[in-house]
């Protein structure tokens, strides 16, 4: 089968995650709350998935857990979210979506207040099982969900909005959570995302209408995708690569920071800069990616290694680790947008059953990210989860190298 050759964008594609045939009765105002409302919730629920990344030290001495025992908080909901993405998808197929949303995302506030009052490391954990439940469902069907709310010429801003979400959680929610963390402690920042996902509740339950199921998926469509569209194949291969690579270092960033002398109130800060920066990647990518999908994702592998190479070799203070955040920032701001376009235009007549497998595979990484590290840093060192890192995300680059040649280097997806 020939390799595959994605180019088209997001914007073009994503259309076809829809269930459902637009409702031209709708009312746009109304609808675009709702889109916000969905928004919110996705941004808390990968909020929660990833807040522990910049409190693992606060965490781990409050509860009595090493560091790397403490990472297990990012590795447990990763691996849960990667097999609740399809089954929850598949097995709520028949029901009211604007029920099973809230209850996913009221779920993640539960859990997320329920780790704020925790007193043993193992309460935590299993409020974070719920919150890998509630990130793999809701993720997966939060994707098609625009079409049903929105006029159908404002669905792909719509849906770049939801999927916005997940960008700001990855860039903003960590640095955001660790300063809160930082100033007010840890159970605060925990209880504070909480009451968000009980916000997007409330206006998911006020705001969105009744969005029956038209169209569902079963198992089998899950491995059909993978079989019938060799670009899916290469994208989940490329997701895995990039995502785990990133998180083998990024998890454990703020011990990476202490031991390079930088103070707690300055690693928030950095936090801080690195979500600016990945917010100006995701735009960056948003406007350059159409017809270059493939050297987009070359260019994001490049620019993550190289910022981890930078990090390991910068010397002490704050100043010096600035510049290699700001361009990790900058490169994993765009891996989100780029990834997601690269499935929706590899199996535009799959859509739903790629993104699943997408968004499994997503979670998945984020878990063996957190693992892989956690063992770098009990066995080895901490520093070592960065040459760790960046060798697993230079794998990418003969992954992606398969696309040369056939057509043009970035044109439509061969299937």
């Given at each position: 089968?020939?390799?595959?050759?994605?180019?088209?964008?997001?914007?073009?594609?994503?259309?076809?995650?829809?269930?459902?045939?637009?409702?031209?009765?709708?009312?746009?105002?109304?609808?675009?709350?709702?889109?916000?409302?969905?928004?919110?919730?996705?941004?808390?629920?990968?909020?929660?998935?990833?807040?522990?990344?910049?409190?693992?030290?606060?965490?781990?001495?409050?509860?009595?857990?090493?560091?790397?025992?403490?990472?297990?908080?990012?590795?447990?909901?990763?691996?849960?979210?990667?097999?609740?993405?399809?089954?929850?998808?598949?097995?709520?197929?028949?029901?009211?979506?604007?029920?099973?949303?809230?209850?996913?995302?009221?779920?993640?506030?539960?859990?997320?207040?329920?780790?704020?009052?925790?007193?043993?490391?193992?309460?935590?954990?299993?409020?974070?099982?719920?919150?890998?439940?509630?990130?793999?469902?809701?993720?997966?069907?939060?994707?098609?969900?625009?079409?049903?709310?929105?006029?159908?010429?404002?669905?792909?801003?719509?849906?770049?909005?939801?999927?916005?979400?997940?960008?700001?959680?990855?860039?903003?929610?960590?640095?955001?959570?660790?300063?809160?963390?930082?100033?007010?402690?840890?159970?605060?920042?925990?209880?504070?995302?909480?009451?968000?996902?009980?916000?997007?509740?409330?206006?998911?339950?006020?705001?969105?209408?009744?969005?029956?199921?038209?169209?569902?998926?079963?198992?089998?469509?899950?491995?059909?995708?993978?079989?019938?569209?060799?670009?899916?194949?290469?994208?989940?291969?490329?997701?895995?690569?990039?995502?785990?690579?990133?998180?083998?270092?990024?998890?454990?960033?703020?011990?990476?920071?202490?031991?390079?002398?930088?103070?707690?109130?300055?690693?928030?800060?950095?936090?801080?800069?690195?979500?600016?920066?990945?917010?100006?990647?995701?735009?960056?990518?948003?406007?350059?990616?159409?017809?270059?999908?493939?050297?987009?994702?070359?260019?994001?592998?490049?620019?993550?290694?190289?910022?981890?190479?930078?990090?390991?070799?910068?010397?002490?203070?704050?100043?010096?680790?600035?510049?290699?955040?700001?361009?990790?920032?900058?490169?994993?701001?765009?891996?989100?947008?780029?990834?997601?376009?690269?499935?929706?235009?590899?199996?535009?007549?799959?859509?739903?059953?790629?993104?699943?497998?997408?968004?499994?595979?997503?979670?998945?990484?984020?878990?063996?990210?957190?693992?892989?590290?956690?063992?770098?840093?009990?066995?080895?060192?901490?520093?070592s989860t960065l040459a760790v890192g960046a060798g697993l995300v230079l794998l990418t680059l003969p992954v992606i190298g398969c696309t040369r040649g056939g057509r043009s280097r970035d044109a439509a997806p061969s299937r």
């Amino acid at each position: 089968m020939p390799c595959p050759r994605p180019g088209n964008t997001f914007k073009e594609s994503v259309v076809t995650l829809a269930d459902s045939p637009p409702n031209t009765a709708r009312r746009p105002l109304r609808g675009w709350l709702a889109v916000c409302a969905v928004a919110l919730g996705i941004f808390a629920l990968m909020t929660s998935e990833l807040l522990p990344v910049g409190l693992l030290n606060p965490i781990g001495s409050a509860l009595n857990v090493s560091e790397g025992t403490a990472g297990l908080m990012v590795t447990v909901p990763g691996l849960v979210a990667a097999v609740s993405a399809p089954l929850v998808t598949v097995a709520t197929g028949r029901f009211d979506r604007r029920l099973v949303l809230a209850v996913l995302v009221g779920l993640v506030g539960a859990a997320n207040l329920a780790s704020a009052f925790a007193t043993g490391f193992a309460v935590v954990l299993l409020a974070r099982i719920l919150i890998g439940v509630s990130v793999g469902g809701f993720w997966s069907i939060a994707g098609g969900i625009a079409l049903r709310l929105v006029p159908e010429r404002h669905v792909a801003r719509a849906t770049a909005v939801i999927f916005g979400g997940v960008e700001a959680a990855s860039v903003l929610g960590v640095p955001l959570g660790t300063l809160t963390g930082d100033l007010l402690g840890w159970r605060v920042a925990f209880a504070a995302v909480g009451l968000l996902g009980l916000v997007s509740l409330a206006g998911m339950a006020v705001l969105m209408p009744r969005v029956e199921p038209q169209q569902t998926i079963t198992f089998a469509a899950l491995p059909a995708a993978l079989r019938s569209h060799a670009g899916v194949r290469v994208g989940i291969a490329m997701t895995f690569l990039v995502i785990t690579g990133h998180f083998t270092a990024y998890t454990f960033v703020r011990p990476i920071l202490q031991g390079d002398g930088v103070d707690d109130a300055m690693i928030s800060t950095l936090l801080l800069v690195f979500g600016v920066a990945g917010l100006c990647g995701n735009f960056i990518a948003g406007a350059l990616i159409t017809g270059r999908l493939r050297r987009a994702v070359v260019a994001i592998a490049l620019v993550l290694a190289a910022a981890m190479v930078l990090l390991a070799s910068s010397g002490d203070g704050a100043v010096p680790p600035a510049a290699p955040l700001v361009l990790w920032g900058l490169g994993y701001g765009a891996v989100p947008v780029t990834f997601q376009s690269w499935i929706l235009d590899a199996a535009p007549d799959a859509a739903e059953a790629a993104s699943s497998l997408y968004v499994s595979m997503f979670n998945l990484s984020i878990a063996l990210g957190a693992l892989v590290g956690g063992l770098a840093v009990d066995t080895l060192s901490t520093g070592s989860t960065l040459a760790v890192g960046a060798g697993l995300v230079l794998l990418t680059l003969p992954v992606i190298g398969c696309t040369r040649g056939g057509r043009s280097r970035d044109a439509a997806p061969s299937r």
